[in-house]
């Protein structure tokens, strides 16, 4: 069971990270276009982790970090963690009164780049 578990955890964090990959780019070109000037590596690793722009990014960061922490480490609360992730990844993607912010950003993403749809579905078939 916990084998099956991980795997389930482990597939879960790669199709957020998928998600989460997306919308970092969309915000990466919402920031270069704001600013004018092509961000450098470094320069984007700096801002999203700094910046308030991407600040709404960092829950999915902090669930992607918490899985993959849980799984490597043989914690005994993953069945707990698997249900704790999976009530906020709902509220983020499912529930259509919470997260406006969140929810407004992914609409404008949607806007930008079709494809972040098709990685948002994946995520979903999981919840």
């Not at 199709?15 to 600013?35: M, N, P, S, T």
């Not at 799984?71 to 698997?82: A, M, R």
Request: aromatic fraction near 6%; charged fraction near 35%.
């Amino acid at each position: 069971m916990e084998n099956n578990l991980k795997q389930e955890l482990t597939l879960l964090s790669r199709a957020i990270a998928k998600v989460h990959k997306g919308l970092l780019h969309f915000q990466k070109e919402i920031y270069e276009e704001e600013k004018g000037k092509k961000l450098t590596v470094h320069e984007f690793l700096h801002l999203t982790m700094t910046d308030s722009d991407f600040e709404w990014l960092k829950l999915l960061s902090t669930l992607i970090v918490q899985i993959d922490e849980a799984v490597d480490d043989d914690d005994s609360k993953l069945p707990e963690l698997k249900k704790e992730v999976l009530v906020e990844l709902r509220t983020l993607f499912v529930d259509p009164s919470q997260n406006l912010d969140f929810k407004a950003r992914i609409i404008q993403a949607l806007g930008k780049d079709s494809t972040i749809w098709l990685d948002i579905s994946e995520l979903r078939k999981q919840l």
